[in-house]
């Protein structure tokens, strides 16, 4: 933040107001005003109130630089290695699959092997679901992460699953290798700022309704306190258009692979909503420079308990990494 004051008896005013707050700032003299630079992450300052200060000609907000989640911050890229030391980073496109939902033991484990065959990195699975509906399956609660975990520990595969809320971080601290914060979770900052307390990656979805900036200073709450293994996941957001459930804002992964050090993921099934669309929408993310995409398959769509209809088969699954690897390879990533 940089504010500009208009002669020294009213600088003496901000400035004494910014010392009892504890904030750092530095200044600097011109010939018509005095100068206050603010690169303070530790403290947040009101715009409105310095406003508010006799003498005050002009205030900035605050400059990216100082943000966690800024390239300007750090130029290097993020990678994040996991218990199975795979690594998720820009050289490589890392691919997340399995159900909506975890439903049963015969489910998730036919699954798990067709993803893993087909060339999965990572299982997903559904345990503690926000449906629209409350008279929709609302997935196995703790039942369904403990089902999850036993099928990593035999398969030797890495699992994501989404959080409600804050209650449940310990379990999920336990049980699963990635934890995701759901759409309509993004802006839940008691949940985020537990979460950036523990040593756990991050996966953070974009809310339906929300910008980058959102996106990226609900990032700013999990990075502050200290968890720097945060993944941006883009999964389609709420616009006028009807035909798919979402509009993917494909946009959005050159703007924040510009603005961000993160690594930047997609979800082309809830982006669109129909397994006919998913194909093509991973491929593009790829093509766009995305580090991940997470895909929802099922081993029976049509009997899914939860998003059938967005979900691909074990078939189809096959044939999009089949796919996918040569797009990667067209822009000089790579698929293990």
């Not at 715009?47 to 900035?60: A, C, M, P």
């Not at 099934?269 to 398959?297: F, K, P, R």
Request: aromatic share 6%.
């Amino acid at each position: 933040m940089m504010v500009i004051i208009n002669n020294k008896e009213n600088a003496d005013r901000i400035g004494d107001y910014l010392n009892s707050l504890k904030v750092s700032y530095q200044t600097y003299n011109t010939t018509e005003s005095i100068i206050f630079e603010i690169n303070d992450t530790k403290n947040v300052l009101d715009n409105k109130i310095i406003e508010s200060f006799e003498g005050v000609l002009y205030v900035t907000p605050l400059v990216e630089d100082s943000f966690l989640w800024s390239r300007k911050n750090k130029t290097e890229d993020t990678s994040i290695t996991l218990d199975n030391n795979y690594t998720i980073d820009n050289k490589h496109v890392t691919i997340i699959a399995g159900p909506c939902s975890v439903e049963d033991v015969n489910q998730i484990e036919e699954i798990t092997k067709g993803v893993i065959k087909a060339g999965a990195h990572i299982l997903r699975g559904g345990a503690y679901k926000p449906r629209t509906s409350p008279y929709d399956f609302q997935g196995m609660g703790k039942d369904g992460i403990v089902l999850l975990h036993k099928v990593k520990e035999c398969y030797n595969i890495p699992v994501i699953s989404e959080i409600m809320n804050i209650n449940q971080v310990e379990v999920f601290k336990k049980y699963v290798d990635i934890i995701q914060v759901g759409a309509r979770n993004m802006q839940n900052y008691e949940l985020l700022t537990a979460l950036g307390k523990i040593n756990k990656p991050i996966l953070l979805k974009r809310g339906m309704g929300a910008t980058i900036e959102e996106l990226l200073c609900s990032a700013e709450y999990i990075l502050k306190g200290g968890n720097k293994n945060v993944i941006l996941c883009e999964r389609g957001i709420k616009t006028f258009e009807n035909s798919t459930r979402n509009t993917l804002d494909l946009s959005a992964i050159p703007v924040l692979k510009k603005l961000t050090h993160l690594p930047v993921f997609v979800d082309p099934s809830h982006g669109t909503g129909d397994w006919n669309y998913v194909e093509s929408m991973a491929l593009a993310a790829i093509a766009a420079g995305a580090d991940g995409i997470m895909v929802e398959v099922h081993n029976n769509p049509m009997y899914a308990k939860s998003d059938g209809i967005q979900s691909l088969n074990l078939e189809h699954f096959n044939q999009l990494i089949t796919k996918c690897k040569k797009v990667a390879k067209a822009i000089d990533k790579e698929i293990l």
